[in-house]
């Protein structure tokens, strides 16, 4: 059984995201990373790179693909989690403790987010 956490938002996209009203902290879900199998490199951006919600905001390589994870916020990277940067492997084992990137939100630009519910429906379609 696919883990989906109460305490987070999701997009359609899998990616799972947290925000405090100034930043959003967002990983892949665990659907995301069953998919991709072995994840072998995360291709991060650079911090204060600018990032359109919806759009591409890194890479993620597996031993079976290379896909994109998309940001669900308008702002700017104020870190990237170096634990996955080394480790990418890392990700398989607990995708929603090893986040990948911190957003500062510039304005209320945000993707529809899902609720745990919503996003359970999705991957039960999939």
């Known amino acids: ?3 989906v956490p109460e305490d987070l938002k999701y997009t359609k996209t899998h ?11 967002v990983g892949i879900t665990d659907y995301a990373q069953h998919q991709l199998t072995d994840i072998v490199y995360v291709d ?13 905001m890194l890479t993620i390589e597996s031993v079976k693909s ?15 989690n170096q634990a996955v940067a080394s480790k990418p492997e890392i990700l398989n084992q607990d995708p929603y403790t090893n986040w990948l990137v911190k957003i ?23």
């Open 104 to 126: 500062r939100l510039s304005g209320n630009s945000m993707t529809q987010s899902l609720s745990p519910a919503e996003y359970r429906e999705l991957t039960a379609e999939n």
């Open 1 to 3: 059984m696919l883990k």
């Open 15 to 25: 990616e799972w995201f947290r925000s405090d009203g100034k930043t959003v902290t």
């Open 44 to 56: 991060f951006p650079k911090p204060g790179s600018q990032l359109i919600a919806g759009k591409p």
């Open 66 to 80: 290379a896909e994109d994870v998309f940001s669900p916020a308008t702002g700017e990277i104020v870190e990237v």
